[in-house]
């Protein structure tokens, strides 16, 4: 069995998971062959990701005329399926707020990735996200080749991008989510195509399991990990410790964020302008064992998004036996425990974010401990290598290599109401 492992930006800093989702099926005897949309374009910090970006192909290394290239090739070879896979283009373009021009270069992009496909001779596509599933479906289209991809959220479930999701769970041979909040909102999508929707976690990183465990510092030290946009809720952060440092008794606190982005210089400049910068470091990214360093240098991690998946810092942290501050958004609650293994705000509430964070902060050595605690077990038990052996288990085996699946593949009726926005 051999299978295209497709992504958007890969290998990169945040998506250690994603690797580990290619080591297991390896180890489980199928071969994989990575591919990316466009490389990352900074360092890897991690030496498995140095690894694996050297055996992944990048679809757009081929340039405009690789790309012109596959599509006439395409055209050529296969008229009839080049011209439905162009069509589904149109038609899903139609109905998303990227377009049918946008659609019609994943057109082109899909081409490129059947060429690959075909000189590799892979027997399956499997995707992450919502561009790179687009593409792989296409594809799936152009070759026959069956595909299926993993939602992790929130970004898949973009209300304008509502169709195009529903058309990617008919046609896919199986579809994984990460979280039983995602697997419910494709169930409810796509009801047709509820029994080839499966919940497999994510995998921990294993090195945050070996060693001792390292009792929590005494010193009033918080710790965030992750990509400076938007969605992470970090104005809410910045506003929540200019609450806490303006109350009448203010806690000691220290901040340490690993991590960039298109919002860090603005946020930079704000925490200044909040009085912030003397309690704030802003560390840049780092490898595994810098986030690793901060977070087992902190009381608890910090993470106050707005919207998220499950995201693998929360699983890093409580496997390193911190509690953690978070919200209850999406698949957050399915890993953490208000009261047992940390604390969960309502998203964009820098009063209730600051009363979790003052806790956090004055909590007992013992309770924060017994928390800590809680956390790795709850990791340790729901997100190891089992989770790796069930996605395994989802591909074909080498005798059914070929066979249809029943209703992947082709379009269904649209469930009454899945389309709407």
Same mark, same amino acid.
């Given at each position: ?5 497709? #992504? ?17 099926? !390896? ?23 140095? @690894?694996?970006? *050297? ?7 081929? /340039? ?6 596959? $599509? ?75 595909? @299926? ?20 769970? !008919? ?12 697997? *419910? ?35 009033? !030290? ?82 106050? @998004? ?20 978070? $919200?209850?958004?999406? *698949? ?51 997100? /190891?290598?089992?989770? /790796?052996?069930? #996605?395994?288990? #989802? ?6 290599? /070929? ?19």
């Amino acid at each position: 069995m051999r299978v295209l492992f497709f #992504l958007n930006r890969y290998p990169a800093p945040s998506h250690g998971c994603m690797r580990r989702d290619a080591e297991s099926l !390896r180890a489980a005897g199928i071969d994989v062959v990575p591919c990316t949309i466009r490389r990352h374009p900074g360092p890897l910090g991690d030496e498995a990701d140095r @690894s694996e970006r *050297g055996r992944t192909h990048a679809l757009l290394d081929v /340039g405009a005329s690789g790309l012109a290239s596959a $599509t006439a090739g395409a055209w050529c070879a296969r008229p009839g399926r080049a011209s439905g896979a162009a069509g589904l283009a149109l038609r899903v373009g139609s109905r998303s707020s990227r377009g049918p021009a946008r659609h019609l270069a994943y057109f082109a992009e899909a081409c490129a990735l059947a060429r690959l496909a075909e000189r590799e001779g892979v027997d399956h596509i499997h995707a992450h996200f919502g561009n790179s599933t687009t593409i792989a479906m296409l594809c799936g289209a152009i070759t026959g080749l069956p595909f @299926s991809f993993t939602v992790h959220g929130p970004e898949e479930f973009d209300p304008a991008d509502r169709p195009g999701l529903v058309e990617k769970c !008919r046609r896919a041979a199986f579809v994984r989510a990460i979280s039983e909040d995602a697997a *419910g909102r494709l169930r409810d999508l796509a009801p047709s195509a509820a029994g080839r929707i499966h919940v497999v976690r994510i995998m921990v990183d294993p090195a945050t399991l070996v060693g001792p465990e390292v009792e929590p510092p005494t010193a009033p !030290r918080l710790a965030w990990v992750g990509r400076m946009v938007p969605r992470k809720g970090l104005d809410t952060l910045l506003d929540a410790l200019a609450l806490l440092a303006a109350d009448p008794e203010p806690p000691e606190f220290e901040l340490e964020l690993i991590g960039d982005g298109p919002d860090r210089r603005r946020l930079e400049r704000r925490a200044g302008a909040l009085g912030l910068p003397g309690r704030i470091r802003f560390a840049g990214w780092g490898g595994p064992p810098d986030v690793r360093r901060a977070i087992r240098g902190a009381r608890a991690l910090v993470l106050p @998004s707005e919207a998220e998946g499950l995201p693998n810092v929360l699983l890093e942290a409580m496997a390193l036996g911190r509690p953690v501050v978070s $919200t209850g958004v999406d *698949g957050i609650p399915e890993l953490v425990l208000d009261g047992v293994n940390g604390w969960l705000v309502p998203p964009g509430d820098p009063r209730a974010l600051a009363s979790a964070i003052r806790e956090a902060l004055l909590v007992p050595p013992a309770r924060l401990g017994a928390m800590g605690a809680a956390g790795r077990l709850a990791v340790v038990e729901r997100f /190891g290598p089992e989770q /790796g052996r069930r #996605l395994a288990s #989802l591909f074909p085996s080498p005798a059914e290599v /070929g066979r249809a699946v029943p209703g992947a593949s082709s379009p269904m009726p649209e469930p009454q109401g899945a389309s709407a926005p």
